[in-house]
DNA sequence: TCGGGGGTCGAACGACCGTTTGACTGAGCA
DNA sequence: TGCTCAGTCAAACGGTCGTTCGACCCCCGA
């Protein structure tokens, strides 16, 4: 058949060959998908129209809906596929420190892992800075059915928040998990336009292109309120 | 004339008795802005049409255009209140923190002032509960003439930034300006479907309803993130 | 060489949106 | 009593949106 999102859709590529495919036929859906995540972080999910998208892509009105099934699937494949690679860098980060501290890693590894893989793509040498931006929006502005998944699913959370219950065994469980969301609460605050914000304030004293430092910044802050 | 938002319109509230002014002739206008506020609180501002808020408000459709100019002239005006008041209590509780300190309040007192007026409103007993989720989400989502008011007007944070300087004397600047953007990442990430998050993720060891102890819990970690 | 189907294309459909219009209402005042 | 005008109302306008349709192209296997 033609539109391979009606009725079973025949060959989809099912999450993994979604890489690879962008050798030279499905050129269309890969333009489609880069240009819907830049415009989708910088003007937000429903400033964005599919003309706009496949005008700044270059092809036809009608290959959203072909490719993606719908303007909302095309949003949720995106998230779906930069999730999943920001849960699984920070799942390896965790994996890697605890295989280093024998199973149980120290504090500040733990937020490393979690505050680390974010940062490193937000250098504005990486091509992944939109990519964070997006993800941050898509957050708070995705579809009812998005926000259904996004509050259902915890997974990638709780190895995080095991391992900060090992690291802090005085602690008082339900003392963690809060903290543990304003640890999240800190990284889903470093949006561009915040950072600006911030610029002025500070009048020019912070500067939103050195992460490394914001990273570290970042630890020294947490790990001293999970101390506490 | 008619349509007080055109032309110079006769007879400008001007942000004064606009609270008085919801007696019984203008109680259109106050409907509208209450069932406006919530909607937009709940489902975003894109997501509901003015047709909705109308509805739910049962009023006429021309209302909105009427009493605000525009849907986008709504938004602001919501925002513009709401964003006044809060600024106005965290301003007032600064202000008597230094009264009783002799001019410089210790670090805790003035997270307090930051923290708490947003969270004491949060309350679910309070009826401003839903202004707090409104004001977050409007800062995300709202309009560009909006975000660029909100990007350059940080006056009401400079008190707030030099009480911390002078709290933390022995500080790099550029730590505390960034110290200061972790607080208000803090404070943004209260949305509902964060909490709802948490509740799951922590097997419903955390509650959404205990602002107190919430802000305690933040004030607990924000203080040593600043001391550190 | 021929047929089939995945992919692309222009064009249009139908729905919904924010906004505007002009008539109407009723209270306030001379 | 008659005029004025802020406010309300039903109805419609013009535009944009996501989506769908049917024709078309071209590569590939038989």
Redesign the pocket.
Known sequence: ??????KLR??EPSDLEDEVEATR?????AQVFAAAERLFALHGF?N?????ITAEAG?????????F??????LFEIFRRRTGELNRERARMLHEAADRDGGAPPLREILRALFEPPLRWSDPRNERRISVQFIIRARSEGTEAMREVLRSDVSHLRRFADALLTARPGLAPEDVYWRLHFCLGMTHNNRFAEFERLHVLSQGLTSETDMEALLERMLDFAEAGFVA
Chains 1, 2 share one sequence.
Do not use: F, W
Request: charged fraction near 25%.
């Open positions: 058949m033609e539109h391979p999102h009606r025949p060959r036929e499905a050129a269309t859906k429903q964005v129209s599919v003309r706009d092809v036809n009105l009608a290959s959203v809906n072909y490719h099934g719908s303007k909302d699937g095309l």
